[in-house]
């Protein structure tokens, strides 16, 4: 299931996976912050 690259291919997904869910994360606080003011 490896790639030669040395990164498993669903390793790249899991990675994908978190840097989406963090943007998410971002952008909710962000938008809380919004409401507060």
């Known amino acids: 299931m490896t790639s030669n690259a040395g990164i498993p291919l669903l390793a790249q997904v ?4 978190d ?3 963090s943007v998410a994360r971002a952008l ?7 409401s507060q003011l």
């Open 14 to 17: 899991d990675q994908q996976m």
């Open 19 to 21: 840097l989406a869910r």
């Open 28 to 34: 909710a606080d962000a938008r809380r912050k919004e």
